[in-house]
């Protein structure tokens, strides 16, 4: 199932506040689930020094994540496609083919004005909570391997940009090079030309000479 990370701006919300909200996703993803759409609520993270949260859901379509967080009613900077990169052979409690998870008995909606939505509204809510917690922080550990990976790739990729401003140089020099050789034997041939000139006009005056006098050098006629 295609993974996808909504982004969401957390600079008004409270970290908790966040917490208990997310109980939403869940409600909301089980209900578009019930009406035949694939999507489930994943884990979610939180940036505080950046005042951020990501979400991560699993779905078929792309605009089913954002039915699920309009149901939630949990505004959203953004949504995007995410790429799991978890190696082969880690546990599945580890990756994306965990099951989703249980709705709790009684969820809470985000950022109404009644209040509703405070921590400790739902029987299962301690044990979600401290699921969520660990899942979040399983996805940190998995940006933060992606970000490895983007570091190194921007590593190779600063390399390669310099290997390649080496490489036209090289190649401007061979032209410059090659532009120098051709002059070169421009200026050769025309050498060579001048002297197949006079060379001609020295034979015909050895034979002007020696010949008797049968006509003048360079005149062919007479011969």
């Not at 019930?34 to 505080?48: D, E, L, N, Q, T």
């Not at 249980?102 to 401290?130: D, F, I, K, Q």
């Amino acid at each position: 199932m295609p993974l996808f990370a909504v982004e969401r701006d957390l600079s008004q919300v409270p970290p908790e506040r966040f917490r208990a909200d997310l109980a939403g996703l869940v409600v909301a993803c089980t209900r578009l689930q019930s009406a035949g759409k694939k999507v489930r609520y994943i884990s979610s993270a939180v940036f505080p020094a950046e005042a951020r949260g990501l979400c991560l859901f699993g779905a078929e379509e792309p605009q089913w994540v954002r039915e699920v967080n309009d149901e939630a009613r949990l505004p959203f900077s953004r949504i995007f496609a995410v790429l799991d990169l978890t190696p082969t052979g880690v546990r599945r409690d580890l990756s994306r083919g965990r099951p989703p998870l249980r709705p709790p008995a009684e969820a809470p909606r985000s950022w109404e004005p009644n209040g509703v939505g405070a921590p400790g509204t739902g029987g299962g809510m301690p044990a979600e909570l401290a699921r969520w917690s660990v899942e979040g922080r399983r996805l940190l550990d998995l940006m933060g391997g992606w970000l490895d990976d983007a570091g190194r790739l921007g590593g190779v990729a600063a390399q390669f940009e310099k290997e390649r401003g080496l490489l036209v140089d090289e190649a401007r020099r061979l032209d410059e090079e090659n532009a120098e050789l051709r002059t070169q034997r421009d200026e050769l041939l025309e050498a060579l030309h001048t002297l197949a000139g006079q060379m001609s006009r020295a034979s015909d005056e050895i034979v002007f000479r020696f010949g008797g006098g049968r006509g003048a050098p360079g005149d062919l006629t007479a011969r």
